[in-house]
C-alpha cells in the first residue's frame, strides 16, 4: 500500500485561508483520484484537526503550527517519519533523505514570489521565513511545484533547481458558489447597483478608479490590510471617486465573496505580482467578466478570458465591461473557468510522485 502524506500546515490558519482553503480542496481531490492501493495521511500540527476529510489516516504532530514552522526551518523533523510526503506550501520536513533506496521523497509549493520580488509588502519575519525555507527546498525538495510558468521562470532564477519545478495550478476551493442569499449578502455589504470588484494596493488602483469615475461606479477593494486603507482611499481622490464610492474590504467569507464577486460589473485585478490571484480564479468560476493588467502571471491564468490591459487600458476596458461587451466576457470567463479544477490539480499531483 502506497501513502501520500499531505502537509496541512494552514489548516484553522486565519494567516493565509487561500492557501488553507487549497490545501483542504486538493486533499478531498487525491482521494476522489487515488491510484488503486493508495492511501492518504494528513500531517496536522498539534491542535490540528483530528478528522480530515479525504484523508484515510492523520498524522498529528507534538509542536504547534508556529513552533513547527520555527522548527522545520531549523531542520528539526523529529517525529514527522518520511515516505511521499507533500506540502501543499513551503512548509515542509525539509531533511536529507534517500529517495532511491528509501523512496522518501517531498514536494512543496510555492503560491506567491513577494518574499523575494517585493519583500517590502510583507513582515520582516514573514520575508525571513519563505527565503529560509526555499534555501532548504533548493537542498532537499525532489520537486518545487508553482502554479504558473511565469512563476515558474521567476523561482528558477533563485535558486539551483535544476528540472525539479514543476507547474500545476489552484482552482477556486470546492463549493465556491454563489449563495442563494447573494442579493442580501451585497445589500449588507452596502453594494450600489453599479460597482467594480478590484484587488491590489494604493500604488497600482489609481487606473481603476478612474475607470470606475468613468461608468458612474462605485469600488469594492478585497483582501486590502487595515494598514493600507489610507493610501487606498487617497488613490481613489486623486482620481476623483468620491470616498462614499470606495470601500476597502479586508478578508471575506466565501459566500459573501462569491455575492460580491457574483454582482459586480467585472473583476479588475490591478496587481501584476507574480502570485496565484485567487480572486481572478474565483470571478472566472463564477462568469465574471475579468480585466487584469497585463503580467505573465495574468496572461498564463487568464489567456483569452477576458482583458489583459496596461495601465491606460483600464477606462476602455471597463465600459466594455459595462456596456456591450458584458456578456461576452462573461462567457469567456465561464470558458476559461474550465481549465481549472481541483481533480486536474490532484491528478497532476499524484503523476508527479509517480514520476519521482
Excluded at 495550478?169 to 478590484?198: K, M, N, Q, W
Excluded at 455575492?259 to 480572486?279: E, I, S, T, Y
Amino acid at each position: 500500500m502506497a501513502v501520500l502524506r499531505v502537509v496541512l500546515d494552514q489548516v484553522n490558519d486565519v494567516v493565509e485561508p487561500d492557501q488553507a482553503d487549497a490545501a483542504l480542496s486538493l486533499v478531498r481531490a487525491l482521494a476522489a483520484t487515488a491510484p488503486p492501493k493508495c492511501e492518504i495521511e494528513a500531517i496536522v500540527p498539534a491542535g490540528g484537526e483530528s478528522m480530515v476529510a479525504g484523508a484515510d489516516t492523520v498524522h498529528r504532530l507534538g509542536l504547534a503550527r508556529r513552533e513547527l514552522a520555527g522548527a522545520w526551518q531549523l531542520g528539526v523533523v523529529a517525529g514527522v517519519g518520511g515516505g511521499m510526503i507533500h506540502a501543499p506550501g513551503l512548509l515542509a520536513p525539509l531533511v536529507k533523505h534517500d529517495r532511491a533506496n528509501d523512496y522518501d521523497q517531498t514536494v512543496v509549493t510555492v503560491w506567491d514570489l513577494s518574499p523575494w520580488v517585493a519583500p517590502e509588502q510583507l513582515s520582516r519575519a514573514s520575508v525571513l521565513w519563505h527565503r529560509g525555507m526555499l534555501k532548504r527546498a533548493v537542498k532537499h525538495a525532489d520537486a518545487i511545484v508553482v502554479p504558473t510558468h511565469a512563476m515558474a521562470e521567476q523561482l528558477a532564477d533563485l535558486g539551483r533547481f535544476g528540472d525539479r519545478i514543476r507547474v500545476i495550478p489552484g482552482a477556486a476551493a470546492e463549493g465556491f458558489t454563489i449563495p442563494p442569499d447573494a442579493a442580501g449578502r451585497r445589500i449588507a455589504l452596502g453594494a450600489p447597483a453599479r460597482y467594480l470588484v478590484a484587488t491590489g494596493g494604493a500604488a497600482v488602483l489609481e487606473p481603476v478608479f478612474a475607470a470606475a469615475v468613468a461608468v458612474d461606479a462605485d469600488v469594492f477593494v478585497l483582501d486590502a490590510p487595515d494598514a493600507a486603507a489610507s493610501a487606498i482611499a487617497g488613490a481613489a481622490a486623486a482620481a476623483g471617486l468620491p470616498a462614499p464610492r470606495v470601500h476597502v474590504i479586508g478578508r471575506l467569507d466565501a459566500p459573501d465573496r462569491a455575492a460580491l464577486l457574483a454582482g459586480a460589473l467585472a473583476l479588475a485585478a490591478a496587481d501584476p505580482a507574480p502570485a496565484w490571484p485567487w480572486r481572478m480564479i474565483e470571478a472566472l468560476a463564477l462568469g465574471v467578466p475579468v480585466i487584469a493588467a497585463d503580467s505573465g502571471v495574468h496572461r498564463d491564468v487568464l489567456a483569452e478570458g477576458g482583458l489583459l490591459v496596461g495601465p491606460d487600458g483600464f477606462a476602455d476596458a471597463v465600459r466594455n465591461a459595462a456596456g456591450e461587451g458584458a456578456r461576452r466576457l462573461s462567457v469567456l470567463a465561464a470558458d476559461r473557468s474550465r481549465a481549472y479544477s481541483w481533480t486536474g490539480s490532484a491528478e497532476r499531483v499524484w503523476t508527479l510522485h509517480a514520476e519521482l
